[in-house]
């Protein structure tokens, strides 16, 4: 019964580069939730996903983040040109479809921009 | 603009003691509050959820207190044990049926000495 998986667990991208960050929620789990951790921080919302649309971004930069979710496969965070004020704790959360309060976690992809 | 706040960045006991750990929250529009437990380089790891109907909520060594009117939550973990040594967050939420973003405290580091 695997959790929640995400990949790479660590990621290195020179300034202006794009970082794709994978999340695979548990078996079962239909909703996708992705926050930030800063260093010395505590977790911050980003976005949350269904299958195929975007519920709620209010949490995302405005420009160079995005989202999806789509059918088949895992849910993608893209950073585009990336700067070193992304480098951070990127986690994905999921949760079921009859309890979407409880929300459990990946282990995290640590994003390292250069 | 803290939400949710956890005044005590770290907290020590002793081994087979109490562990009270606090949070405050400022947004009466939350209704949902769950305990996560963090290692270093790991995701964070639900322990304990409390709804707002609710005062109490207990399971095994860990319990969770909600005084609405005070706006304030506490964990109690008892009796500590080494490996309970993690950061501890607090997160809410302002919808329990329809899924929505978890907003988290700054974390507070419990250290549990043998």
């Known amino acids: 019964n695997a959790g929640v998986m995400q990949n790479p667990r660590h990621l290195v991208r020179r300034r202006g580069q794009e970082a794709r960050l994978r999340c695979s929620p548990m078996?079962?789990?239909?909703?996708v939730y992705w926050y930030r951790q800063l260093p010395e921080e505590g977790l911050k919302f980003m976005v949350y996903l269904q299958k195929e649309n975007i519920i709620d971004e209010s949490g995302m930069p405005k420009e160079r983040f995005s989202a999806e979710f789509p059918k088949e496969g895992p849910s993608i965070l893209r950073i585009q040109q990336v700067v070193r004020g992304d480098s951070a704790a990127y986690f994905c959360?999921?949760?079921?479809?009859?309890?979407?309060?409880?929300?459990?976690f990946g282990p995290g992809t640590r994003l390292l921009v250069l | 603009d803290q939400q949710v706040k956890q005044n005590s960045p770290s907290l020590s006991v002793q081994e087979g003691r109490i562990s009270i750990l606090n949070c405050d929250y400022t947004?009466?529009?939350?209704?949902?509050f769950l305990w996560y437990k963090k290692y270093p380089a790991e995701g964070p790891t639900f322990l304990i959820s409390i709804s707002s109907i609710k005062d109490k909520n207990e399971d095994g060594r860990f319990t969770v207190f909600l005084n609405k009117s005070a706006k304030h939550l506490s964990l109690h973990i008892v009796p500590s044990q080494p490996g309970d040594s993690a950061v501890y967050f607090c997160?809410?939420?302002?919808?329990?049926?329809?899924?929505?973003?978890?907003?988290f405290g700054e974390g507070t580091q419990l250290t549990v000495n043998p």
């Open positions: 947004n009466s529009m939350f209704d949902y």
């Open positions: 078996k079962g789990h239909s909703h």
């Open positions: 959360a999921s949760s079921p479809k009859n309890r979407q309060e409880t929300q459990y």
């Open positions: 997160a809410a939420s302002p919808e329990k049926t329809s899924g929505s973003r978890l907003t």
